[in-house]
């Protein structure tokens, strides 16, 4: 079975802090992808790659960045963190781009930011 | 522009009932990827079924089926005597292409509460 695991379930920081958040997947799945969830909207997509080092902004990249320096790690970071990222952010991976299977997902990472 | 539509924020319903959730998509594309997906309370999400365009066949796995109909641009998904682990949030998600690369879009989930 495909396991993605988000380094965090709950975390807690304070407004304009830097805040990384960690996914890693162990089935050599070249696309990762961050998502956040809230309540009302469903899943928005942050930001997606498909290869290491490479990224291309999602719906709605603006506050957040990331990184995939390893093929099974991708990371997202907050880099001056607000209120308003207060959320549920879900990883997922999947196999490369032409393939039709599933995006698999991990457990999540519910952020509070005070 | 992909769009996906899950007009039932949330639907309740007694153990053994019948209940369908409903999805409508819009897309350009001629060829595309549907998927339902359950997140329960704990919080992860499980993939239950992919059906692509070319395929309108309706699909049951147990309790669950569902209704791939291109006409109506829905795929509507069927739990058949309904119990409380059903209860979970179900996201439609629709596959796009956006800057040639393939990316999900989600409806904005419904929510089921089966009660005992």
């Known amino acids: 079975d495909v396991k993605v695991t988000q380094s965090s379930r709950y975390l807690v920081k304070r407004t304009g802090e830097k805040v990384f958040l960690e996914c890693v997947q162990d089935?050599?799945?070249?696309?990762m992808f961050w998502y956040r969830q809230d309540p009302g909207l469903g899943l928005r997509l942050i930001y997606f790659s498909y290869d290491v080092k490479m990224k291309e902004k999602g719906d709605i990249p603006e506050g957040y960045s990331v990184s995939r320096e390893k093929k099974e790690r991708f990371s997202l970071i907050l880099e001056s963190a607000s209120t308003n990222q207060t959320s549920m952010y879900l990883c997922a991976s999947k196999p490369g781009q032409y393939s039709n299977q599933p995006q698999h997902f991990g457990d999540g990472t519910r952020l509070s930011i005070l | 522009a992909q769009k996906v539509t899950q007009a039932q924020t949330e639907i309740s319903v007694v153990e053994k009932e019948d209940v369908t959730l409903d999805c409508v998509y819009e897309?350009?594309?001629?060829?595309?990827?549907l998927f339902w997906y359950k997140q329960p309370p704990s919080g992860e999400l499980v993939f239950l079924i992919r059906?692509?365009?070319?395929?309108?066949q309706n699909e049951i796995s147990g309790r669950y089926s569902w209704n791939f109909q291109k006409s109506t641009s829905s795929f509507n998904f069927t739990i058949t005597a309904s119990q409380v682990v059903d209860s979970a949030v179900y996201f439609c998600a629709l596959r796009a292409v956006w800057s040639g690369y393939s990316t999900l879009t989600f409806g904005k989930g419904t929510m089921l509460l089966v009660s005992p």
């Open positions: 089935m050599d799945h070249e696309n």
């Open positions: 897309t350009r594309d001629t060829t595309y990827y």
């Open positions: 059906r692509n365009s070319f395929d309108e």
